[in-house]
């Protein structure tokens, strides 16, 4: 009886924790963002779909979905803690023991898991509309790039402490690896590797084997900017 109600109260607990995050993700702005990521992916596949000499590939689609991931998860984790900070929220947190794991790790959790979601729909028209793909394997290669990119927000936030500065330092930082793809990073570090995308003069082995050198990479420094920015909200005078 004494276990079934600690683990009742538990699943109250995390139940609280997930309404109460999710209504900060959905809150003030990311409506914007959700409202522009779909306007984006409807406007190229209609502009795919009216070029007759169009020939969508699973290439294209990957790029065509990477935009409106960055976009949905821009806004949750550059202004999460100032929203935090401006409703006076985060003093209230800072009381909750173990505040890292109970609080942002939930919450970090939930945005993926709705980026994930909304791509999921996306990925499904674009196969019914452009081209045929597997549809978890493309999503799965997708979160790659923006699981680390809303990560390094997240870390950045912690730094900046301030919604406008992390969002300003966050375009710089894609800019950089932007015009660093294909230039001057090599497949095992470019943080926007196309899979789907095999160059012509590459092995099929050779290209396997840089992708996935490619996605742990992005995997362990997406693990570094989590752990960073979870040990700067311990340090509480920084923020309230």
């Excluded at 821009?74 to 003093?91: A, C, K, L, N, W």
């Excluded at 500065?165 to 230039?183: H, N, R, S, Y």
Aim: with cysteine; net charge positive.
């Amino acid at each position: 009886m004494k276990y079934e109600k600690q683990l009742k109260n538990s699943f109250s607990l995390i139940k609280d924790l997930v309404r109460f995050n999710l209504k900060i993700i959905f809150a003030n702005k990311f409506i914007y963002f959700l409202i522009s990521a779909v306007i984006f992916f409807l406007l190229v596949t209609i502009l795919n779909l009216a070029n007759s000499d169009s020939n969508p590939t699973e290439g294209l689609v990957f790029e065509l979905l990477l935009v409106p991931g960055i976009l949905l998860i821009f806004y949750p984790t550059v202004f999460g803690i100032q929203s935090d900070v401006d409703t006076r929220m985060i003093e209230i947190l800072f009381g909750i023991p173990n505040y890292r794991y109970k609080v942002w790790l939930i919450r970090i959790a939930l945005i993926y898991f709705v980026v994930f979601f909304i791509l999921i729909i996306l990925s499904l028209l674009s196969s019914v509309a452009l081209v045929s793909f597997p549809i978890l394997e493309m999503v799965y290669q997708l979160m790659f790039p923006i699981f680390f990119l809303g990560s390094a927000a997240f870390m950045v936030s912690t730094l900046v402490r301030n919604g406008n500065g992390t969002a300003v330092v966050m375009v710089i930082l894609g800019l950089a690896f932007w015009i660093g793809t294909g230039a001057f990073l090599p497949d095992k570090y470019n943080l926007f590797l196309n899979p789907f995308s095999m160059p012509s003069d590459v092995n099929e082995v050779v290209w396997a084997d840089a992708t996935l050198t490619n996605r742990i990479v992005i995997l362990v420094l997406t693990l570094v900017c989590i752990v960073f920015g979870l040990i700067r909200l311990q340090k509480r005078e920084k923020f309230v």
